[in-house]
């Protein structure tokens, strides 16, 4: 088992930044990819990044590439992601997850996090 827990939420102005953090413990951290997904109300949980076991390789969703920065830290067991240049669009309840391979199908993880809410204000 992989036990994911968020920080970092919170109001923020549209343009304005914040920056999440998950912090695993359990089985070995870098045995996983993870990803950061998010789900908006009545909307479809989505993908938002993720990164490869080593950190060698980052993937992003088109609405937030070039904005948005998925990091890792394999010896403290955690993964961030910098949210820049935020839109009201990026309101939602944001995820972290682990998985065995970094996809970008909610289904391909097995550990999810509680989650952690984001609003952006116009």
């Known amino acids: 088992q992989v036990q994911l827990v968020e920080s970092g939420g919170g109001l923020v102005q549209a343009g304005g930044s914040l920056s999440l953090s998950c912090a695993a413990s359990g089985r070995t951290f870098s045995n996983y990819a993870m990803g950061w997904f998010r789900q908006a109300p009545g909307k479809e949980r989505e993908f938002v990044a993720g990164i490869s076991r080593s950190g060698g390789s980052t993937y992003y969703a088109d609405s937030v590439k070039g904005r948005f920065t998925i990091s890792r830290n394999n010896a403290k067991n955690t993964v961030d992601l910098q949210m820049n240049s935020l839109k009201p669009e990026d309101t939602a309840v944001y995820y972290c997850?682990?998985?065995?391979?970094?996809?970008?199908?909610?289904?391909?993880?097995?550990?999810w996090g509680q989650g952690t809410q984001v609003t952006v204000s116009s």
């Open positions: 997850a682990g998985g065995r391979v970094l996809m970008t199908h909610p289904g391909a993880y097995d550990y």
